[in-house]
DNA sequence: TTGAAAGCGCTAACAT
DNA sequence: ATGTTAGCGCTTTCAA
């Protein structure tokens, strides 16, 4: 019992199969009477029709389906909420999601394969999503192509991109700490020359200034993002007799550190030491003791922003194509938990 | 400049397109001349061919397409692990693979909906993946296609699946705590009815018998499986008198909650207190100090078993029918890193 | 050993 | 307002 297809509807319907096209696709210019429409709307139902999306990708010369080229996929749950809000985007405009992963290439020559197997796929345009944000090097068989960058941004801005406002997330956080009261607040910073890395330090310092809070550089630390370093340079800091009475941390793991280091020095959490992250890595932030104040990446909305404005670009909107101009900055709110109270003298 | 097509090649090879299709596709029961087949795949390299996959697809009633349905993508990493594992088998065999996320289904009618959308997009096969190991009913649609469940099973037997060796990780897990000399080993149990609760119990007692090690009841506790509840018990065990020398936990996030107890109760981790977890979480065993010797799940190894396993069963290979039968047990290895040794006293 | 031609299910230009 | 028909790019039957 192979589905019905186009021909049975008509028949049932007592039409041909244009008009069924036609209704079916809601075709503009194209005339049908109401009752005709709904006939072979009733049919189409009864059959359990849906076209073969094959000879309709053959016919039309779209396929419907959209590549999503993502770093390491599997290392981080980052990717996975990209994925997410790339495929309920598509759903929404009845797209298919072709995700493939690929490894993050040193070598230089971006990312030219995997473009290539994406195309060989048939895709009508590709979504290309980096692991952390940074600048990347445009794939050359991107170019020419219906494309939007995540998290990441092309020099040469001839491709939309979206990437997180880091600058707006540290803001949020150090504006949650100083709101608390604090107003001796570390930074401990990862040591990458990355977006990241600048952008929170930038809301950092900009918060500070905004409160009249006079910044003191010994107070910010800075070392590979991982625990094990984020743990060494918060002990130092902590360890001081003019220690800060709040932490802000580049990201989830770095806190995980300060956080052993605080147990260790006897510095409860957040009565001595008011703690914020950024990631939102619910392993970690959820599971801390306790759980970690911290600043989400907008993943999910970054794919469905990429999606949405591929969506456009296929419509050959042309005031999208301007998008590329400039990446687009999305949200990133602040989660709260509870590693931030008032400082203890206050 | 759009894409060479299959006239292209043969007129550029100066054969028929029959030839240029035979000889691409290597098409049984044809004879080609060994020139000839050289002349086409010159010529279609030359001109950068690649076979138009829906018009194939048309033709042939094959997408190359198939469906992966995976709950909770976005939670946890283990289903990057299975999507990787699954690609990459995939693109061996020239597949593509769609992937949907999707609830868990509390309300019984399984994942009906999301089987017919994948349908919807002519999927040739559809691979069904929990996010933990359990007993699913299977979407009614599912039946009669070409299907494999990861990490769960069916109770009828009708589709071939593969799941963990829950009992074969946890002996691995008690045999190494064991190997290193103790002889108290607690077990943090969970306390959900689910397959790995059972056969990771069965697991623990198997390895104290086989060692003629007396199992002292007491020395089994469980909870819920976060950390929170596994920091409760975990003090208690490791607040008595006799407590046990080395904890083996039902899966890292306990473990975690083990290592805030022991670090509370001045228990040095591995001297004081070797503990083993369950489910290798990145984000968790690695960055955590010491860390965390634990057992990983084969997310990856399931992916890619389902799609070999799909691709003999678009095959028609009868024998791999008989795989319903029971699912297929696939290793769950330990990972040792650093909180395992020996007993101190021994 | 190779080629001609039908046809997969659909859309759209053109006819009526 | 609705119908006829060509043809998207390929595979495959059948003929040469």
Redesign the interface.
């Known amino acids: 019992m192979k589905s019905a297809g186009i021909r049975d509807v008509a028949e049932l319907a007592g039409v041909s199969v244009t008009t069924v096209s036609h209704v079916l696709n809601d075709t503009p210019h194209t005339r049908v009477s109401e009752e005709t429409r709904a006939r072979v709307r009733q049919a189409a139902k009864t059959l359990g029709y ?1 076209p ?4 309709q ?2 016919r039309t010369n779209r ?1 419907g389906l959209i590549g999503l080229l993502s770093e390491e ?5 980052h ?3 990209i ?2 809000g790339a ?2 985007a598509a ?1 929404e405009h009845d797209l ?6 690929t490894e993050r290439e040193s070598n230089g020559n971006s990312h030219r394969d995997d473009v290539q ?1 994406l195309l ?3 895709v009508d345009a590709i979504l290309y999503a980096t692991m952390y944000h940074r600048q990347v090097p445009l794939p050359p068989n991107l170019k020419g192509l219906p494309a939007v960058l995540i998290d990441s941004t092309d020099q040469a801005g001839v491709v939309p991109a979206v990437v997180p406002d880091e600058v707006g997330g540290a803001v949020a956080a150090v504006t949650h700490l100083v709101e608390a009261g604090h107003t001796r607040i570390g930074f401990l910073n990862n040591d990458d020359d990355v977006p990241a890395t600048h952008g929170r330090l930038a809301g950092y310092r900009q918060v500070l200034q905004a409160h009249g809070i006079p910044i003191d550089e010994t107070l910010i630390a800075s070392s590979p993002s ?3 370093p984020g ?1 060494g340079r918060a002990r130092e800091v902590l360890a001081r007799d003019d220690r800060p009475t709040a932490l802000f941390c580049y990201n989830d ?1 770095m806190a ?1 550190g300060a956080y ?1 280091a605080a ?1 260790e020095l006897g510095l409860n959490i957040p009565h001595d030491l008011s703690i914020v992250g950024f990631d939102n ?4 932030a959820a ?1 801390l ?1 306790p759980g970690l104040t911290t600043v989400a990446l907008p993943h ?1 909305e970054m794919g469905a922003w990429a999606v949405e404005t591929l969506v456009h670009l296929l419509h050959g909107d042309a005031q999208y194509k301007l998008l590329a101009d400039k990446p687009t900055l999305l949200d990133c709110p602040l989660i709260v938990r509870g590693s931030v109270t008032k400082p203890r003298d206050n």
């Open positions: 849906g073969n999306r094959m000879a990708a053959l396929s996929i599997a290392t981080t749950p990717a996975g909420r994925i997410l495929q309920n759903r298919t999601l072709v995700i493939v992963n197997a060989d796929r048939q991982e625990t094990l743990y793991r995980m052993r147990m890595q619910e392993l970690i599971n003791f999910y």
